[in-house]
């Protein structure tokens, strides 16, 4: 059984940096794409970037250049590395991992003030 656990979210003045990590278990987690996501209130859920077996990354337009993404596959952890926060990244990011579907984890909390 596939189990995504986040961690690493919290509050954070604007221009500051937070990194998120995604504990992977139930699977050969060196062979899955990875990726975070967030949700903020009232927002549908929308992709942050993601990293597949070999590395290779995409980026959502809005944090191209601040956040991000690695994997390290010897922990079955991904990573997303977050800088130069802005009040409208504040959301709940989420984990997710793809197979032949899609795993979530249960979220953490990212809040950046102004």
């Known amino acids: 059984q596939v189990q995504l656990v986040e961690s690493g979210g919290g509050l954070v003045q604007a221009g500051g940096s937070l990194r998120l990590s995604c504990a992977a278990s139930g699977t050969i987690f060196r062979f899955n794409n990875m990726g975070w996501y967030r949700q903020a209130p009232g927002n549908q859920r929308e992709l942050v970037a993601t990293i597949t077996p070999g590395g290779s990354t995409n980026y959502a337009d809005s944090v191209k250049g601040r956040y991000t993404i690695s994997r390290d596959n010897a922990k079955n952890t991904v990573y997303l590395q977050m800088n130069s926060l802005k009040p409208e990244d504040t959301a709940v990011y989420y984990c997710?991992?793809?197979?032949?579907?899609?795993?979530w984890g249960k979220g953490t909390l990212v809040a950046v003030s102004s």
């Open positions: 997710n991992l793809k197979r032949s579907m899609d795993y």
